[in-house]
């Protein structure tokens, strides 16, 4: 998987820049894009991205019985990750996160963010109740203000989680350093770096709000 690992502005971000990502970036970028092809499209890039978010996971041999021969291979130690879904638009990322760990446990932290103070307001919060022993993988399309993501993760921290990962479609500048500046032991991967926010806090040049595109409320 082609990424560019942290560098000196933004310590903890991944950025996958293999070309199969970035093809299908593209066309959830683009305006024509229907509802059914948005939806299929970021399940795949949820998919490739999730290789990226689970690089260190532990692993231990076990000894098994090849056709061939005995050997010790590896597999992955420890309980099973479990998936933070920001609703709502996280959740159309969960089908392709869950094609790569079928295993994962589930839970779901509803916020949306209010248009005047693009402050997060929760509603909904369903952890499961050994989440601080698993690595967590909190999962949402846009990482634009960055408060979203930050609320999350204090949830999740309240808990006594210590291993999270943020993995997000795109991200924005000020959500990174937001992220940084609250969670600096948090790592994030992502597909693209944008440009900036614009006036209304959308990521720029983006793909329009993730979650209209998804469930189709444009």
């Not at 820049?17 to 399940?43: M, S």
């Not at 839970?107 to 997060?120: A, C, E, F, V």
């Not at 350093?177 to 944008?194: F, S």
């Amino acid at each position: 998987m082609n990424a560019t690992f942290p560098n000196a502005e933004f310590p903890q971000l991944t950025v996958v820049t293999h070309p199969l990502v970035q093809h299908k970036l593209t066309w959830l970028r683009h305006e024509d894009t229907n509802t059914e092809q948005f939806r299929n499209l970021l399940r795949e890039v949820s998919q490739l991205l999730a290789y990226e978010a689970t690089r260190g996971l532990p692993t231990e041999l076990m000894r098994i019985r090849t056709p061939v021969t005995e050997m010790q291979s590896p597999v992955i130690s420890g309980k099973k990750p479990c998936l933070v879904s920001i609703l709502r638009a996280g959740n159309g990322m969960l089908d392709g996160v869950l094609s790569v760990l079928p295993l994962a446990k589930v839970g779901h932290i509803g916020l949306y963010r209010d248009h005047d103070t693009l402050q997060p307001v929760e509603y909904y919060l369903k952890l499961p109740t050994d989440i601080a022993e698993r690595h967590v993988i909190v999962v949402d399309p846009m990482l634009a203000t960055g408060n979203s993501a930050v609320a999350a993760i204090d949830h999740v921290k309240e808990t006594g989680c210590t291993q999270i990962t943020l993995l997000c479609l795109l991200a924005a500048p000020e959500g990174v350093r937001n992220m940084q500046a609250h969670h600096p032991d948090v790592p994030i991967v992502t597909a693209a770096l944008d440009s900036h926010l614009n006036e209304h806090g959308y990521i720029v040049p983006g793909l329009g709000d993730a979650g209209d595109r998804i469930f189709g409320t444009m």
